[in-house]
């Protein structure tokens, strides 16, 4: 069976070709990074737009490098939400409309579920059920995933994600967009021990809060700048790297806590954060301490990517309706509505 996997959620275009038995025959992705960092952000209507022009010779480009057809798929996934809505709804159109002219099946896929799947797509895959550290964009969670469809949220955010509280202790730095990885290039040329950052609800239950954190740094810097209002390099690396660490030590302490109260054994970690090398160092430690296998998917699947919607959509396949295909887009979709396929 040959799923074709379209990813539009945010500011990557994504499409990939997802075959049974084979793995992924083919993938492209476009980043909007160029468009969006004059702004600082994300701007959706630009984003909807640069969907809307990439995605027809992505698709064509990905089918022409796996060497099959249009007639040749048995179903198009798209992600149907969390994201922003004219982005979401230039995929799930596209999708749609392509699944009706073939008389095949379109999936709605959530944008989470394929983050957390994504490990599917690795030689060594972890089998269920598993603890997942879910850190991707504005979203934090700890969630028991005893199958497909079978999620049950144990511990998430209060407030900022861990990705978002990079991303704006990166601006308060001066870092360009995006900031996340800036921040962590940044990290590995400074000292985690020069500034003392909380670990926000440490040993107080699985739920994390980065907000007090993020707070945290600004009032420590701001005694640093200069009559410009400028940092010095040595303080800007030395904070980011001082960040980094109570970030990480954050979630490797929520990630000993959820292992230890659910019994599990192996432990995914998925989303974007998850590239962070850092955090990937101290999970595998965490895991050689406890007795836990840790999974990571490879840093291309951590971020936004066809890859992990074809899959889901794969793995939802048996539980595609029937009928005309439909365009499902849900800006807000919570994990824990999902059921199995």
């Not at 004059?38 to 630009?46: C, D, N, S, Y």
């Not at 798209?78 to 979401?88: M, N, Q, R, V």
């Not at 704006?168 to 000292?191: I, M, N, Q, T």
């Not at 990517?305 to 074809?310: D, F, K, L, Q």
Request: proline share 6%; glycine share 12%.
């Amino acid at each position: 069976m040959r799923v074709l996997g379209v990813e539009t959620s945010c500011d990557e275009t994504g499409v990939a070709l997802y075959e049974a038995g084979v793995g992924i025959r083919a993938e492209r992705l476009a980043s909007q990074i160029a468009i969006h960092a004059a702004f600082g952000g994300v701007v959706p209507e630009l984003a909807s737009r640069d969907h809307i022009a990439k995605l027809l010779p992505m698709v064509a480009g990905v089918l022409e490098d796996a060497g099959v057809g249009l007639r040749d798929l048995d179903a198009i996934a798209y992600t149907a939400g969390p994201g922003l809505i004219g982005a979401l709804m230039v995929g799930g159109s596209l999708a749609s409309s392509l699944a009706y002219a073939l008389k095949i099946p379109a999936i709605p896929v959530h944008h989470l579920e394929g983050h957390l799947l994504a490990c599917m797509l690795e030689e060594s895959a972890p089998e269920f059920p598993f603890l997942a550290l879910l850190v991707s964009g504005g979203h934090s969670q700890l969630i028991e995933v005893a199958g497909v469809g079978r999620y049950r949220i144990i511990g998430e955010t209060l407030d900022d994600a861990a990705g978002e509280a990079f991303d704006k202790v990166a601006r308060l730095l001066g870092l360009p967009y995006p900031g996340g990885p800036e921040l962590a290039r940044l990290a590995e040329s400074g000292d985690a021990q020069r500034f003392a950052f909380p670990r926000p609800l440490r040993n107080q239950g699985l739920d994390m809060s980065f907000s007090g954190l993020k707070t945290a740094v600004r009032l420590t810097i701001e005694p640093h700048r200069d009559a410009n209002g400028a940092l010095t390099d040595r303080v800007r690396a030395d904070v980011a790297a001082s960040f980094q660490a109570a970030v990480v030590d954050t979630l490797t302490g929520k990630c000993r806590q959820a292992l230890e109260a659910t019994g599990l054994e192996r432990l995914v970690v998925a989303g974007g954060v998850g590239a962070n090398r850092s955090l990937r160092a101290s999970l595998a430690d965490l895991g050689r301490r406890v007795g836990a296998r840790v999974y990571y998917p490879r840093p291309a699947l951590c971020t936004d990517n066809g890859a992990m919607i074809a899959y889901a959509g794969w793995c939802r396949r048996t539980g595609a309706e029937a009928g005309l295909p439909r365009i499902v887009a849900k800006p807000r979709w919570p994990l824990d509505e999902l059921t199995p396929p």
